[in-house]
């Protein structure tokens, strides 16, 4: 909204310049966003809280101004110089539908003369960022925006019958509006109407039918109060809005009607001339009653924190045209007839009043909102800092500590924190498999998905199933940035559709990391190698170990998004919770990615809420070990977990560990095979085992694996 | 070569000759020192004959001479040879002709000693250069990653927070009406409400605008008297630009408890802010107004930049806009199964992708979700 400086002296005598103005409101809630200079005014941009419908207006600001500064507010002069014959005389209001126009008034002024406006009012209205029309246009705008009020001009002989029914439209009746457009309306909406048809949609735009035109003579002001739902839904429907919509949607002065448009008529008489009907025909059939506020005066102090008097509360209310109608002291006592409300909450900072809200203030509804206003003009600068006095320890989210390891041991691994928009496109859906716990949900039969019913762009719009596709739009926008080595890890939600018996869609911690590249030292240019699966396994095993939920378990496996052969599936404590392994090569093609890619995704949730695995100490060995490695010749499908497993159920006494020392496959070797060098170690816990034992031992090892897995010891 | 044969076998017959034995360690002295006579330049390691000499020089003459000196005063030396004969020599000549070898013995060690000092100086000294380190090189580690920008500031919110007593809680983020908009006093007409504004899924769950849900949640959770932080993804329909995301990051904060007063809630948004930013910040309230507070308030800091004198950081004015706050709305009260007879409480909120904005000099927000590497990198 914007504020003539000047206007505003008019109504309310401030001795402020208007940076002083502009200070003085923001700290009371009128934000001014900028102060300009329009010649000799200034212009405050106010930016008007929504549920303050009467600050939309010069009036309704000085009114603020009045009490932050203890000076009288000016009503403007509303006595038309000339007027004569009673308005029904002229005229007839009918209110069909009183529940969306609970009062609407109507006044006659004849044989205006329709013409350019004076220079002041021009003036004004640029200032204030108005483009002038005509004398009788520009004064029910001026009005509008002096009083808060929306007004009509009718040209009183173009409406049929001259009489206005206010009445909901019928569906699919039409309207021709101020703006040359055509609107279909619908048995939702109200109009004015005249003795046959709407010339007008009720506080959004006149017709262009019954618009005031060089030859009009005689006006119908209206000036009415309508429901602030109904304007909205109307304006919604239509997709209008308009300084009148704007305002009605808010709530407008329901007291203030009349006033309004006779401020309105005493300067059309003025300066378009003619002559006004001495009143209006005032359609009111229910009158609105203002909400009663109780205010206990204790609440005040309590609940802000200021050191306020009864008698400030007093006085900054009734400033702001709250009216005390009744108080109450503990005990029920009556008050003598002639006590003053200030000098009751004097003698009974104790009492309980009500207020009867002003008709303008819709947003005074219970004792906090008087409150509110009681503290914004005492000044919230006068609030000292004051500490709540405590009750209870702090506390993390559960596992904060296990979310930070991760996060600390993946940043040491060189994965950097990416975070990625929840919504993603649904051409990835059939993209990724999904963690365990989602997967499951899906085999329900329904639609597994979420999704947005008004995404920003269509592309977006899947809530996302899985964090890899984040990950790997990120790995692209690197790549097209220059950065060819990429390792990037995010945590956060993945969604599912909510089955039929759940109250809300599925959401659950997911840990995703992606890796490509060649493996980076610090600070340094070159890079070592290209990083592989091995690097993705142990920057996740990193991460695992970090947060001690005891060791992962790596099968080979299918997945969707994997390359065959290259893909693991993990699990902890026996139970799948992701998956990890190269990023298959349609996904890679897809990304327009040349370089090997490797994915991992976690069920973080039910790694934040594994057992943890605690320390627990195991004497130390008093005997030394003895160590043997053998190498064996293996077909490359049997896997070092296999012969690991195999070595250890063999139970041999005082074989303690198989280790992989070394893994080798080339052209040396048979087609098909490999050779995978272990080192077992041998330890006796009571004394130190002889050469000979162990090679006994070692020997027995040997041969259960050269049975099983036809391994040729080399 | 020959002489030196010769005096050898001389000496096995002349044993008596007192002339010819008082020669012979002139003639051992003489033959020392022909031979010796390349190593001679080498006395000193300063001696300008190990100019440009390399590494390798030095130590192939070290090892000449180590020959050198087994040859002369080795077993099978002339002079081992001469300090045999001191026995056998006769007594009125044995004191003189062993102080001849003895000094001859000492000579040669000497000598040979002085040089083989300055070759091994002078190796040391440039196998020190050889193997001189550039401990200017970096230091030999992988490459490590960052925390992204959003969860330094979150772990740090959360830090001082948990330490003035709050609990950290967290919410679903797709919301249903209720706690959404209703349960927070958010009228249905409420241009929040409009799928303009806020998303919805197609099931008719909305993704959460605000953190505010979660004192919702908390209230229901535990029963007052409570102290909770928020931290969390919200979501709103803007379009992305330098200042806008569609999502983001916000913290809310709420207290409830008996007799909790604005004056309360200016204490902790200050007591927190100086946490922060130090000591020295101020705060101020600016009346405003959101459904889910009455009183309702902005609040502003001193700028942490500028004390307050005005920068660009501020816009000149001393101050920076944080967020919204006020006393948690009765209805909001009674939503959540709190008595607002009996209890009153704060709450407040604000963004903080807005404080990696203030405290990074963020000037483009879109950054924060496209991972650039060249940008996490930047962030400790
Ligand atoms: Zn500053």
């Not at chain 1, 200032?127 to 040209?155: C, K, S, W």
């Not at chain 2, 008719?204 to 979660?214: E, I, K, M, P």
């Amino acid at each position: 909204m914007n504020i003539s400086y000047n206007w505003l002296r008019e109504l309310v005598a401030v001795e402020l310049s208007a940076e002083e103005l502009r200070e003085r409101l923001t700290m009371r809630g009128l934000e001014v966003e900028a102060v300009t200079q329009a010649g000799d005014d200034y212009v405050l941009e106010v930016a008007v809280l929504s549920n303050r419908a009467d600050l939309l207006s010069h009036l309704g600001v000085a009114r603020e101004v009045s009490v932050l500064m203890g000076v009288p507010l000016r009503q403007p002069d509303a006595t038309p110089v000339q007027a004569e014959g009673r308005a029904e005389n002229f005229t007839a209001v009918e209110i069909v539908d009183p529940d969306l126009c609970p009062r609407y008034a109507a006044r006659i002024v004849r044989s205006v003369k329709v013409g350019p406006s004076p220079e002041w009012l021009v003036k004004r209205l640029q200032a204030v960022g108005q483009r002038p029309i005509n004398n009788i246009a520009d004064i029910t705008n001026y009005v509008m925006l002096e009083t808060g009020q929306p007004l009509h001009a009718f040209d009183l002989e173009k409406l049929y019958e001259r009489r206005i029914v206010v009445r909901r439209a019928q569906t699919g009746e039409k309207l021709m509006t101020l703006d040359d457009v055509e609107r279909e309306l619908d048995a939702e909406m109200l109009v004015i109407a005249d003795g046959a048809r709407a010339v007008a949609l009720a506080g959004v735009m006149g017709g262009a039918d019954s618009e005031i035109s060089a030859t009009t003579r005689d006006v119908l002001i209206e000036s009415a109060y309508f429901s602030p739902a109904s304007v909205r839904r109307t304006a919604r429907k239509l997709g209008m809005q308009t300084d009148a919509s704007d305002r009605f949607e808010r709530g407008t002065d329901y007291e203030g009607v009349v006033r309004a448009q006779a401020r309105c008529v005493a300067l059309i008489c003025e300066l378009a001339g003619g002559a006004a009907t001495v009143d209006a025909i005032d359609v009111y059939p229910q009158k609105i009653e203002p909400p009663t506020v109780t205010l206990r005066l204790p609440r005040v102090r309590a609940l802000t924190g200021l050191p306020i008097e009864p008698q400030d509360t007093i006085r900054i209310l009734t400033a702001l045209g709250c009216e005390p109608v009744q108080a109450a002291v503990l005990g029920g006592e009556q008050m003598p007839a002639d006590t003053t409300a200030l000098e009751l909450a004097t003698v009974y900072p104790g009492a309980t009043f009500s207020f009867a809200g002003p008709s303008w203030r819709t947003d005074i509804r219970i004792e906090e909102d008087l409150i509110e206003e009681v503290g914004r003009h005492f000044g919230y600068e006068h609030m000292q800092d004051e500490l709540p006095a405590a009750n209870a320890v702090g506390e993390y989210r559960a596992h904060e500590e296990r979310r930070r390891a991760a996060r600390r041991a993946l940043v040491a691994q060189g994965y950097s924190e990416a975070i990625n928009f929840s919504f993603i496109d649904a051409a990835h859906d059939e993209q990724f498999e999904l963690l365990p716990a989602l997967k499951a949900r899906a085999n329900d039969g329904t639609d597994h998905f979420v999704t947005l019913a008004n995404p920003i762009i269509e592309t977006a719009a899947r809530m996302r199933p899985s964090l890899l596709s984040g990950l790997l739009a990120a790995v692209r926008h690197n790549f097209n940035h220059g950065t060819r080595d990429v390792s990037l890890f995010e945590t956060g939600r993945v969604f599912a559709a909510r089955g039929a018996d759940e109250e809300r869609p599925h959401e659950r911690d997911a840990l995703a990391l992606v890796t490509t590249g060649r493996v980076r030292e610090a600070e340094r240019a070159t890079a070592s190698r290209e990083v592989d699966f091995y690097d993705l396994k142990g920057a996740l095993e990193a991460a695992i170990e970090a947060m001690k939920t005891g060791a992962l378990e790596f099968a080979a496996t299918d997945a969707r998004h994997l390359r065959a052969g290259q893909a693991a599936r993990v699990s902890l404590a026996g139970q799948a919770i992701g998956t990890v392994g190269r990023l298959a090569d349609e996904i890679a093609a897809a990304y327009k990615f040349r370089q090997p890619v490797y994915v991992a995704e976690m069920d973080f949730a039910a790694l934040l809420a594994a057992r943890p695995a605690p320390a627990r100490y195991t004497p130390l060995p008093r005997f030394p070990s003895v160590v043997r490695d053998v190498t064996l010749l293996v077909d490359r499908h049997v896997s070092f977990a296999e012969l690991r497993r195999a070595v250890l159920e063999l139970h041999i006494a005082y074989c303690q560990s198989a280790e992989v020392i070394d893994v080798y496959e080339g052209e040396k070797l048979p087609e098909d095979t490999r050779a995978i060098t272990l080192r077992l170690e041998f330890r006796a816990p009571e004394r130190t085992l002889r050469d000979e034992e162990v090679d006994v031992l070692y020997g027995q090892i040997v041969a259960a694996l050269g049975q099983k897995f036809a391994a040729h010891l080399r | 070569m020959r002489r030196w044969i010769l005096a050898l076998d001389i000496s096995h017959w002349t044993l008596t000759l007192d002339v010819r034995l008082m020669e012979q360690p002139e003639a051992v002295r003489e033959a020392f020192e022909q031979e010796f006579g390349r190593f001679a330049r080498f006395r000193g390691a300063e001696s300008a004959a190990f100019d440009g000499l390399r590494l390798a020089d030095v130590e192939t003459t070290l090892r000449e001479l180590s020959d050198l000196r087994t040859r002369h005063t080795g077993k099978k030396s002339a002079l081992a040879n001469l300090k045999k004969q001191i026995g056998r020599a006769a007594a009125e000549e044995r004191a003189q002709f062993a102080q001849a070898v003895q000094q001859l013995e000492a000579r040669i060690a000497e000598e040979i000693a002085k040089v083989e000092r300055a070759l091994q100086d002078t190796a040391a000294r440039l196998r020190t250069e050889r193997e001189r380190l550039d401990v200017t090189l970096p230091g030999r580690r992988i490459r490590r990653g960052h925390v992204h920008p959003i969860n330094l500031i979150r772990q740090r919110l959360e830090d001082i927070f948990v330490a003035m007593g709050y609990t950290v809680e967290d919410g679903p983020e797709i919301e249903n009406d209720f706690y959404n908009f209703t349960a927070l006093n958010i009228p249905e007409s409420h241009p929040a409400r409009s799928p303009q504004d806020t998303f919805y899924t197609t099931d008719g769950f909305a993704l959460r605008s605000q953190t505010s849900t979660v004192q919702i949640h908390a209230m229901q959770r535990r029963q007052p008297p409570l102290r909770v932080i928020a931290p969390g993804k919200v979501f709103r329909r803007d379009t992305p630009d330098a200042t806008h995301n569609p999502m983001f990051f916000q913290i809310e904060g709420l207290v409830v408890d008996r007799g909790i007063s604005m004056a309360h809630l200016k204490g902790t948004v200050t007591e927190f802010l100086r946490r922060l930013f130090g000591t020295d910040v101020r705060t101020r309230f600016r009346p405003s107004y959101f459904p889910f507070t009455e009183p309702s308030a902005e609040f502003d800091f001193s700028c942490f930049k500028c004390g307050g004198t005005g920068c660009a950081l501020c816009k000149q004015s001393g101050w920076i806009e944080l967020g919204g706050s006020g006393m948690v709305h009765p209805n909001v009260l009674r939503a959540a199964g709190v008595d607002p007879a009996e209890f009153s409480g704060f709450a407040f909120g604000f963004g903080i992708d807005r404080m990696c904005i203030l405290l990074y000099d963020l000037d483009d927000i879109r950054l924060l979700f496209e991972n650039d590497v060249r940008f996490l990198e930047q962030f400790d």
